[in-house]
């Protein structure tokens, strides 16, 4: 198990984290990412957006970590922000971190491991 060091808007924080969790939480940062990007295609052709599903990401090892996105309110990729929540007995952290970033994080973590 290594360190996942994640980038705040804010600061950082560093907490355990595997490789199959990180591997999940690349296939749902994928899904979102062509969420979001199916929004900004439907606003740059005038269309409607139709709505899509919140990601909802959850792991539980050392710590809690829970990511949120709602991509429904973002126009792009690069303008979207994740709701980061880490907890543990000691401590509770909630904080924002570009989802861009997030995406830069985790590639980062993947290739070390």
Same mark, same amino acid.
């Given at each position: 198990?290594?360190?996942?060091?994640?980038?705040?808007?804010?600061?950082?924080?560093?907490?355990?984290?595997?490789?199959?969790?990180?591997?999940?939480?690349? !296939?749902?940062?994928?899904?979102?990412?062509?969420?979001?990007?199916?929004?900004?295609?439907?606003?740059?052709? *005038? *269309?409607?957006?139709?709505?899509?599903?919140?990601?909802?990401?959850?792991? !539980? *090892?050392?710590?809690?970590?829970?990511?949120?996105?709602?991509?429904?309110?973002?126009?792009?990729?690069?303008?979207?922000?994740?709701?980061?929540?880490?907890?543990?007995?000691?401590?509770?952290?909630?904080?924002?971190?570009?989802?861009?970033?997030?995406?830069?994080?985790?590639?980062?973590?993947?290739?070390?491991?």
């Amino acid at each position: 198990m290594s360190q996942l060091t994640l980038n705040l808007i804010q600061g950082s924080v560093s907490f355990n984290f595997t490789s199959s969790a990180a591997e999940n939480l690349q !296939t749902e940062i994928n899904n979102l990412m062509q969420s979001l990007k199916e929004i900004a295609l439907q606003n740059k052709t *005038g *269309g409607k957006p139709t709505p899509k599903t919140a990601m909802e990401y959850q792991y !539980t *090892g050392d710590v809690f970590l829970e990511l949120f996105c709602n991509p429904n309110i973002y126009p792009s990729p690069f303008s979207a922000k994740v709701l980061v929540t880490l907890r543990s007995p000691q401590i509770r952290l909630t904080s924002e971190a570009e989802l861009t970033r997030l995406v830069e994080d985790l590639e980062q973590y993947l290739q070390t491991i």
